[in-house]
């Protein structure tokens, strides 16, 4: 139902004043228990920025309002949805545009100029699908070779030394999507350096500059963040130039080049963008969860050995490692790694006895259904056995996370971790370190707040049988 679940970083109040203001809504919420607006221009804009996250706003909305609640973004109501019943009852056939694709491009200075409608959308999933998976295939060595050079380098480390998970992961994310998406330009450090230095800076404008206004009220932010904009494109307009002119077919762009997809529907493909941070996001808090639980790290080494035993990971092998999609299907509730997304009601939608007029914005407050007590046994317990229950893995579906409609980023993301752990995990051991807490940022794709630290140290011996249920208490 989701397949709009994209991974990106810390905009997603753009993302709700973009397609507000492309997409005009109705003036009223049809009663809707919710806030009033505190500012007749901003609507309840101060409430979400002095709460710190539009996510932690939402956890307060349905805790005071109940599973259907409404706020104000500027002079429009918003509709948001908070728990698995209803967001099952919304069913709202509003394919035909990608609310964050039209926000993204449109602050990246593109415009998508498809229109074809529900028909492309569909078709463009497919292609990506496609063009990632055919990517894989053809640089799965290349993956597995950057993995095992992280794994080499950790090996290396004395056993105390304390090792920046995010730090270290965002570089390999940044190494994988750009040699796997753009080609062999990317071998050479100083262009994924280039590229990692203009993304950080544009990411991170779009999500204060976009949250409280500042960027326009700082001469020197805003020529930073045109600079970074500016040097950004010039980059990739290189490289489909170059990939475009060698006709190539090894990477995710050369199959969007070769397409019936115009050169404006191609560049920037924002999946190139945020599939950096999903990749990033996914295998960081996987390593966290694991190093603070020696059940299921055990558990994972006994998968792997009895599936691959000695050998490299393959592609061919990845589906069979089933705890291991369990612990990556965890990782992403646990963290709520994607706690907010949105759809334009295309047509007039009832949830509850709650009517959502049409070209209403509608909020998935995601991070609160995926922290619901009443969706999720211990919810803030780390505990992949949770997902051998039917009823925990049908509400994973539909929230877009597992399944056939679990969007291609987040597949790659899945395919990049399990390599990760399938070659760490059998021969380094990760440790928390004592006293270390990670706390949640929570923006459109939630990362740690602060640096999150472990230590590792080379197996030596088989693990013992894990005494019962694999999870932590976080």
Not at 328 to 354: F, I, M, S, Y
Not at 371 to 393: H, I, L, S
Request: glycine share 6%; proline share 5%; hydrophobic share 40%.
């Amino acid at each position: 139902m989701l397949d709009f679940a994209l991974f990106a970083v810390t905009f997603v109040l753009a993302l709700v004043g973009a397609v507000l203001y492309l997409y005009p809504s109705s003036r009223r919420a049809s009663g809707i228990p919710g806030l009033n607006p505190t500012d007749e221009k901003d609507g309840n804009l101060q409430d979400i920025a002095s709460k710190g996250s539009l996510h932690e706003f939402l956890v307060g909305l349905h805790q005071e309002f109940g599973p259907v609640a409404s706020f104000w973004f500027g002079g429009r109501p918003v509709v948001s949805l908070g728990s698995v019943d209803q967001l099952r009852q919304h069913v709202n056939p509003n394919h035909s545009t990608d609310s964050f694709e039209t926000m993204l491009k449109s602050l990246l200075g593109y415009r998508s100029g498809t229109g074809g409608g529900a028909t492309e959308t569909v078709l463009r999933k497919k292609l990506y699908e496609s063009a990632i998976d055919g990517s894989l295939k053809k640089n799965f060595p290349l993956l597995l070779q950057l993995v095992e050079e992280l794994v080499e380098k950790w090996k290396s480390f004395p056993e105390a030394q304390h090792t920046p998970l995010c730090a270290h992961l965002l570089g390999l994310a940044m190494k994988t999507v750009t040699q796997l998406a753009l080609g062999e330009r990317f071998q050479d450090d100083a262009q994924v350096i280039a590229f990692r230095r203009n993304h950080d800076a544009i990411w991170s404008e779009i999500g204060k500059g976009y949250l409280d206004g500042s960027l326009e009220k700082s001469s020197s932010r805003k020529e930073h963040y045109e600079k970074a904009l500016s040097q950004m494109e010039s980059l990739l307009l290189s490289v489909f130039r170059e990939r475009k002119a060698d006709r190539k077919q090894t990477v995710f762009l050369d199959a969007l080049l070769q397409s019936s997809l115009s050169e404006r529907q191609v560049k920037p493909p924002g999946e190139i963008f945020t599939s950096c941070l999903s990749v990033s996001a996914v295998c960081v808090w996987a390593l966290h969860f694991l190093s603070a639980s020696e059940d299921v790290q055990d558990r994972l080494y006994q998968e792997l050995q009895e599936v691959l035993g000695s050998d490299p990971v393959s592609l061919d092998k990845v589906p069979q490692l089933r705890y291991c999609q369990l612990v990556l299907n965890e990782t992403v509730r646990t963290a709520k790694l994607t706690p907010v997304a949105a759809r334009l009601q295309e047509v007039e939608g009832k949830v509850d006895q709650h009517v959502i007029p049409k070209e209403t914005l509608v909020v998935y407050a995601l991070g609160v259904v995926l922290q619901d007590g009443k969706t999720w046994n211990v919810p803030y317990r780390f505990d992949p056995d949770r997902f051998e229950e039917e009823p925990a893995r049908k509400s994973f579906c539909l929230l877009g996370f597992s399944g056939n409609q679990t969007c291609p980023e987040l597949r790659f993301a899945y395919t990049v971790a399990t390599v990760l752990l399938a070659t760490l995990v059998r021969q380094l051991k990760l440790h928390q370190l004592e006293g270390h807490v990670s706390e949640v940022r929570s923006e459109l794709v939630s990362s740690p707040r602060d640096e999150t630290w472990v230590t590792v140290s080379r197996r030596r011996t088989e693990p013992p049988e894990p005494s019962g249920p694999s999870g932590t208490g976080q």
